[in-house]
């Protein structure tokens, strides 16, 4: 698609209960970066894919969070047995592989507002 | 590691006025920076660029300065419209980041007409 789409845009959901959150890059960018906006805040950063290569996981808070990418393209962000203090607005981007050396640059989805009651 | 801060989280300016928002970053290996604007209910939207080979980089009414010395970022917007009024965050890049954005906790800009 023309731009990094991620649903839903917004989800409320009850505490204890696991979510998922999805991202759909940018078509051909290789690298996937999620990260977490609290209310007011700057991004904290999550988890980062790239290509084939492990991700890098060294942002995520708990192991109550995870993500995978599946084929190299969409992306899911789970949270289980969510919290209050998960309630954030999360963030998808993606990015062409800076490896290739061309030139690259991070296109951001508008988000998943989650709230936790 | 990295991290990222700004001087002023707040920055209120007249309609047609130039605005600067400042931006410092501790780790000398960083070797991208961008800036990026925040609207209301939207995702970061990037503004411009900058490589550490560059000193300055100009854009349309944006110019973005890097002072490697003093690991010093600025972001300049020249006669500042209504529509500029967002959130400001720069990000730093580098190797020893594990090449991901880290990002400063932002510059609210506000504009008066």
């Known amino acids: 698609g023309a731009g990094v789409s991620q649903s839903p845009s917004n989800k409320v959901t009850e505490k204890g209960k696991d979510v998922e959150l999805r991202c759909d890059p940018i078509s051909g960018h290789t690298a996937l970066y999620w990260y977490r906006q609290s209310l007011g805040q700057g991004l904290e950063f999550l988890i980062y894919?790239?290509?084939?290569?492990?991700?890098?996981k060294s942002g995520l808070p708990s192991d109550r969070f995870s993500a995978e990418r599946t084929g190299g393209s969409v992306s899911t962000l789970t949270i289980q047995r969510t919290q209050q203090e998960d309630s954030a607005v999360y963030l998808c981007?993606?990015?062409?592989?800076?490896?290739?050396?061309?030139?690259?640059?991070?296109?951001f989805g508008s988000g998943t507002r989650l709230t936790v009651v | 590691g990295e991290s990222v801060g700004l001087h002023l989280p707040t920055l209120s300016v007249q309609e047609g006025d130039n605005s600067i928002i400042n931006c410092a970053y501790s780790?000398?290996?960083?070797?991208?920076f961008i800036w990026y604007k925040q609207e209301s209910g939207k995702g970061p939207q990037f503004i411009i660029d900058?490589?550490?080979?560059?000193d300055k980089r100009q854009g349309q009414r944006v110019t973005v300065l890097l002072n490697k010395t003093v690991k010093h970022l600025s972001l300049q917007i020249a006669a500042t419209q209504p529509g500029d009024s967002a959130v400001y965050f720069c990000a730093v890049e580098g190797r020893a980041a594990g090449n991901k954005l880290t990002f400063g906790g932002g510059t609210r800009v506000l504009v008066k007409p």
């Open positions: 981007a993606s990015s062409l592989d800076r490896n290739r050396g061309q030139r690259y640059g991070y296109t």
């Open positions: 894919f790239q290509g084939n290569s492990a991700p890098d």
């Open positions: 900058i490589r550490s080979n560059m």
């Open positions: 780790n000398s290996a960083s070797d991208y």
